[in-house]
């Protein structure tokens, strides 16, 4: 199977959102993007998407030409942008392979660590038997950057 990230490279959520879907699956290619609509990198992307079988998007949406790609795909789009949020759900009603995990109300990065370990990184790095575990240290790591990007 060919899995591929895409993940916004413009800011710490989105670079700390890539991490942690990284421990969680190995990927063919991993790419940063910040929205860009044409030139090498976005070439590069849609061949990528074409050639995918399973796509993984975090802190960050693609333009519909790239969406349309990945119809009848296995996809996931993990984000908190509310401006992004119907047109989403919109391509979630044409393909039922596409998983959206939307939550306005934390950062990309808390939504991550959420989806890969099950566990809320405010809940898990407020209790203090936590911090002697490496994971507890990760999700401590996460909560302090979710801060700065809700």
């Known amino acids: 199977m060919s899995r ?14 890539a991490s942690l879907m990284m421990w969680k699956y190995e990927y063919k ?13 976005y070439d590069s ?5 074409m050639d995918a079988d399973e796509i993984h998007v975090v802190d960050i949406t693609l333009p519909d030409e790239l969406m349309e790609l990945t119809i009848n795909k296995k996809l996931i789009v993990i984000d908190h942008h509310i401006t992004e949020e119907s047109r989403m759900r919109s391509y979630v009603v044409r393909n039922s392979d596409m998983e959206y995990v939307f939550d ?6 808390a939504s991550v660590y959420k989806y890969t370990t099950g566990t809320d990184c405010f809940l898990a790095s407020e209790d203090e038997s936590i911090f002697s575990t490496y994971r507890g240290r990760v999700a401590s790591a996460v909560r302090y950057a979710a801060m700065y990007d809700v």
């Open 4 to 17: 591929i990230l895409i993940y916004h490279n413009n800011d710490f959520d989105g670079t700390i959102s």
């Open 104 to 109: 306005n109300t934390i950062s990309a990065c």
């Open 45 to 49: 992307i849609k061949k990528l998407i």
């Open 29 to 41: 290619e991993t790419i940063g993007y910040n929205y860009q609509k044409r030139g090498f990198l």
